[in-house]
């Protein structure tokens, strides 16, 4: 009794369609099998000559692997059916998958039952400290938007199968202008205009990096990543898993994330928790020109995909960048922005933003927070965020998404797990408002999370 | 309407000359796919193999077809009906069969099954599961083989289910607009899981669905393996000689459900069988191999023999290799 469906475990021979002693090669269909689904016809899958039917018409609730007939093949004769059915018992019995030669097991009482099968532990992370910067060294005041592009130059000067594409990146020079400049100094052969056409241009970076090139793939910002969410979990993240580790695509994808300002709910949404809720990935979220710099050179050279996700705003903020000839951050590395003892907080990109302003009001009012920028939010530095909670006893999230399923949720939880017995309060989330984006300028900003919201949550978190 | 593998307005008509060596060649690789295929079922029957099957008996000429007409460095992709495309490409009938039974040794260390699978080696970039995926995938391959200068093709593979995928056009655009040598491959076997491709396109002459972007297309008898071979030449001239995509569709038939567990109720039985009577590509190739003397039965029969034995090889080392080891569930996420 063949099965026929990934689900099916016995069913009901119905009909022979050819009788014993007919002859039959492989493709003709000998019988008819109901599922519990169909009705299904079943194929020889040998030539030969229908010796015996095993099973006759009309039997309901045949077992799965059950023997329903024997084909003798050329040079056998019906004298051999005796021989060859227990050898065919057997030889289904054998071959039998071993989660159903385990069922029977257990079945039986002097066979001890199997041990359940548990996970492994995953690999332990173990993300390298950012590099020393040598005394003397001259910091050079950027926006994030200079660092980005050069970044990516720095890295496009380096690596010939380095490429960067997306929609007006070229002769526009970037919608953001975070490509300025590469056309003239790269050519239109490694800056590639491309239709607007995310699902598209998307798959078809990922199939270049499936073959070996190294593309940066901008999405003009990543709301419309959506349309190619597809290609980048699918495709991406999934390919080396499924090949065993023999094809892996080294891709970054980049852009800007988050909400941006007066452009309502299509235009306005942090993919955070979307793109680090998957294995395969990896998600950088920078909130300083440096950071941006040295991560977007790591995510170039690193060989996994990597998302990217910048901010429309703090492209236009200065900080400083070390001026050294190959300034390459460590991924999967979370940053002390600023120390402190009283209330850990922990944001990345925009997010800072609030965060450290509102640590400022904090200090103001004699509670010395520690902010942590995550950086990078897949692999999600835990080793960090926990070793200050041990300190303060206290934690605040601050992120631009939704509460539900978000990376506040994900580091409340690593926090319990592995900080419980230092917690002084309950883990506080600031987030954006489950809400689409509203346009009206007085319901955004009540939609975004505020520096005032931070300020009340890590008072409340040290009960003043 | 019903499209027909021997509709009149085929456009290449012409079948390429075959060598004894290419007639025999091509029969014992078509073989190779139909007997595979055949113990596929049969295991998958059987409880060995999991989940979904998607079986290419009746379509074995497409891909052997086309692999005669490409060169060493040329790719291939295809989505999940891909164990025929594997085969044809050179991978090894025990690490695919390994790969189906979920074992150590198949292709991807057991864990990608059926429809993900690859080998870089031999040129097989996958093996993909979600439909229509595959062709910006191929599209890319072909992106990188003229951003670096090689004169390599890329050749996607796709269903007429595919084919109304928004991300083909999306594909189709790009490699057209960037002269892209890329060879789109349509099999049309005329149903996409169940609904027939009267019932699920407005257009069913698939090889014109790039006229829009002024992409050529054919449309080929794809269970004839010289027709497929005449056409894949002249689509891999046009990509070589620097002129952009060109789209081939293959008139086939899959005599099996979309997988198995697919009762095929939607076409006829008599409709199934007047192809397999008929328009068998391996029949067609072992009567023209008897008819032009080039082999006779015994001949044939001692192939057939080999070819069996290849198979029952594979089938008994995916039966008896070992699952992988616990440890290889946290291995090959990243690099």
Known sequence: MPALSPTMEKGNLAKWLKKEGDRVKSGD?????????????????????????????????????????????????????????????????????????????AKTQDVPAPKPAIAPEPPALQAASDPDIPEGTEMVTMTMREALRDAMAEEMRRDKDVFVMGEEVAEYQGAYKVTQGLLQEFGAKRVIDTPITEHGF??????????????????????????????????????????????????????????????????????????????GLKV???????????????AIRDLNPVVFLENEILYGHSSQVPKLDDFVLPIGKAKIS?????????????????????????????????????RTLKPLDTDTVVASVQKTGRAVTVEEGWQQNGVGAELAARIMEHAFDYLDAPVARVSGKEVPMPYAANLEKLALPSVAEIVEAARSVCYR | MAVAHKDPSADAKSVADFSKEQELSAYRTMLTIRRFEEKAGQMYGMGLIGGFCHLYIGQEAVVVGMQMALKAGDQVITGYRDHGHMIATGM???????????????????????????????????????????????????????????????????GDGAANQGQVYESFNMAALWTLPAIYVIENNRYAMGTAITRSSAEVNLSRRGLSFNIPGDQVDGMDVRAVKAAGEKAAQWCRDGKGPYILEMLTYRYRGHSMSDPAKYRTREEVDEVRTHHDPIDMARHRIIEKKIANEDALKKIDGEVRDIINQAAEFATHDPEPDVAELYTDVYR
């Open chain 1, 29 to 105: 269909i000998i019988a008819e099998i109901e599922t519990d689904k169909a009705t299904m016809e079943v194929e020889a899958a040998d030539e030969g000559t229908l010796g015996k039917i095993l099973v006759p018409e009309g039997t309901a609730d045949v077992a799965v692997n059950t023997p329903i007939a024997v084909i003798l093949g050329e040079g056998e004769d019906k004298s051999s059916i005796k021989a060859a059915k227990p050898a065919q018992q057997n030889k289904a019995a054998e071959s039998a998958p071993p989660a159903k030669a385990q069922k029977s097991q």
């Open chain 1, 202 to 279: 998307a798959g078809l970076g990922i199939g270049a990096a499936l073959a070996g090139l190294k593309p940066v793939v901008e999405f003009m910002t990543f709301n419309f990543a959506m349309q190619a969410i597809d290609q980048l979990i699918n495709s991406a993240a999934k390919t080396l898993y499924m090949s065993g580790g023999q094809m892996g695509c080294q891709i970054v994808f980049r852009g800007p994330n988050g909400v941006a300002s007066r452009v309502a709910a299509q235009h306005s949404q942090d993919y955070s928790a979307w793109y680090s809720h998957i294995p």
């Open chain 1, 284 to 298: 950088i979220a920078p909130s300083t020109a440096a950071d941006a710099k040295g991560l977007l050179k790591a």
């Open chain 1, 338 to 374: 600023r120390a402190g003892n009283d209330v850990t907080i922990i944001g990345w990109s925009m997010g800072m933003n609030y965060a450290l302003k509102a640590a400022e009001e904090l200090a103001n009012a004699g509670i010395d927070a520690e902010v942590i920028d995550l």
């Open chain 2, 92 to 158: 090894d009938p025990k690490g695919v069969m390994a790969e189906l039974t979920g074992r150590s040794h198949g292709y991807s260390k057991g864990k990608g099954g059926s429809m993900h699978m690859f080998s870089v080696e031999k040129g097989f970039y996958g093996g993909h599961g979600i439909v229509g995926a595959q062709v910006p995938l191929g599209t890319g391959l072909a992106f990188a083989n003229r951003y670096r200068g090689n004169d390599n093709i890329s050749v996607t593979y796709f």
